[in-house]
């Protein structure tokens, strides 16, 4: 529920940015914190989209709501998506629980994924000496339901494979689509239709939240990264009818003067749009 009392889905950014982490005073606007996204649905559903070190931000907020359940669905397992699951205090609290979804690659599922990482060498603490509940799932075909979402899948050209999210709140009828790791230049005409499909229907997202890495004058430089640039995102928005789009994952060297002279360019071509500041909290429909 939105902040005047109506029904609405919620979103936290916890941090957007792409690939490692930012450190400095020149990244205080839009943040240094790696991707992790928080949404609350309408009748309180809490589903968190990838754990990068954004978690950090997503898990100080969810401390301040009533413990219990809360879903976390990852696009892939690069490291920057999952590096915040190392230092989440929630994990070690009794009253919480923590159901981990994603999809299956050629080498790695969820809880593969998850517990190559929080084990030896790589961190002292493996999953299963936490105190909360955890536990995994792999996202089956046609995706899942939490409480009123419901989250559908769609496969996004990025090395190694990712996927793309729908979230529909059926509290308040409100939607958005989550697609960070995309290069959307690398695209069959497979990947195309699937992802335009995931946008557009059952009617236009009313929020896209995408990969913008860099800009059209950097594509060849990045090429084959798995990344995609501004002009590309909003070109998807304007062909699938959304009118709010929300760019996201920011190269790491961009700091906080590069990301609002990238905006002010943005927003020329497109006022519903802007870029991704952590720490943001913005209300979906109502």
């Excluded at 992790?36 to 968190?48: A, F, H, I, P, Q």
């Excluded at 950090?56 to 699951?85: C, K, N, W």
């Excluded at 729908?166 to 790791?181: E, K, N, P, W, Y």
């Amino acid at each position: 529920m939105g902040i005047d009392g109506k029904m609405s889905l919620r979103l936290l950014i916890g941090g957007m940015r792409g690939s490692q982490p930012a450190i400095g005073s020149g990244f205080d606007e839009f943040g240094g914190d790696t991707t992790s996204l928080l949404l609350v649905g309408s009748r309180g559903e809490r589903l968190v989209l990838d754990a990068g070190t954004g978690l950090r931000i997503v898990a100080g907020q969810l401390a301040l709501m009533e413990p219990g359940e809360v879903t976390v669905v990852f696009s892939h397992y690069h490291l920057d998506h999952m590096a915040g699951l190392t230092m989440n205090p929630l994990f070690h609290q009794s009253d919480w629980s923590f159901k981990f979804v994603g999809p299956t690659f050629a080498d790695s599922t969820a809880q593969e994924a998850i517990t190559r990482l929080l084990a030896q060498p790589y961190w002292p603490i493996s999953w299963k000496q936490m105190t909360a509940k955890l536990e995994f799932a792999k996202l089956p075909m046609g995706g899942i339901e939490v409480g009123g979402l419901r989250v559908r899948e769609c496969p996004v050209p990025h090395p190694g494979g990712a996927f793309a999210y729908r979230i529909d709140d059926s509290g308040c009828d409100t939607s958005m689509v989550f697609a960070t790791d995309i290069e959307w230049k690398q695209r069959t005409p497979a990947n195309e239709a699937a992802f335009l499909t995931l946008c557009r229907e059952p009617s236009p997202a009313d929020l896209l939240v995408i990969d913008a890495h860099f800009g059209d004058v950097d594509q060849k430089a990045f090429a084959g990264w798995g990344h995609s640039s501004r002009e590309d995102c909003l070109a998807i928005a304007s062909a699938t009818g959304i009118e709010k789009v929300l760019l996201g994952h920011h190269a790491p060297e961009a700091d906080d003067e590069k990301l609002r002279a990238a905006e002010r360019q943005v927003k020329q071509l497109s006022p519903g749009a802007a870029l991704a500041r952590a720490g943001q909290w913005l209300t979906i429909g109502g």
